[in-house]
Nanobody, 122 residues
Framework: QVYLVESGGGPVQAGGSLRLTCVAS????????VGWFRQAPGGERELVAA????????EYLDSVKGRFTIFRDAAKNTVYLQMNELKVEDTAIYYC???????????????WGQGTQVTVAS
């Protein structure tokens, strides 16, 4: 079993920055690829960014490339999402989830956090 707890969301002005944090418990977490997903009101859930278990591979949603960075600290069992140059359309609930399947994207993660709200004002 893996438990995930997100934090770091909140209100921010367009152009601003936030760093989301996902702290995990569970002995398998270090071997999992981890992703940040988001879901806006009335929208579909989408994978924003993912990082492999050893940080060798990262992937990003096209709309966040160059603005968001995902990274992990294995010693702290923590994954971060640094979000810069935020836009109104980034407003959503952001979820940390694991494990992420880089090959078969239809395989959704088994473990999810409770989510953290990010609201970007114009």
């Amino acid at each position: 079993q893996v438990y995930l707890v997100e934090s770091g969301g909140g209100p921010v002005q367009a152009g601003g920055s936030l760093r989301l944090t996902c702290v995990a418990s569970g002995r398998s977490f270090s071997s999992y690829a981890v992703g940040w997903f988001r879901q806006a009101p009335g929208g579909e859930r989408e994978l924003v960014a993912a990082v492999s278990w050893n940080s060798a591979r990262t992937e990003y949603l096209d709309s966040v490339k160059g603005r968001f960075t995902i990274f992990r600290d294995a010693a702290k069992n923590t994954v971060y999402l640094q979000m810069n140059e935020l836009k109104v359309e980034d407003t959503a609930i952001y979820y940390c989830a694991a494990p992420v399947d880089f090959v078969i994207r239809d395989n959704l993660p088994d473990y999810w956090g409770q989510g953290t709200q990010v609201t970007v004002a114009s």
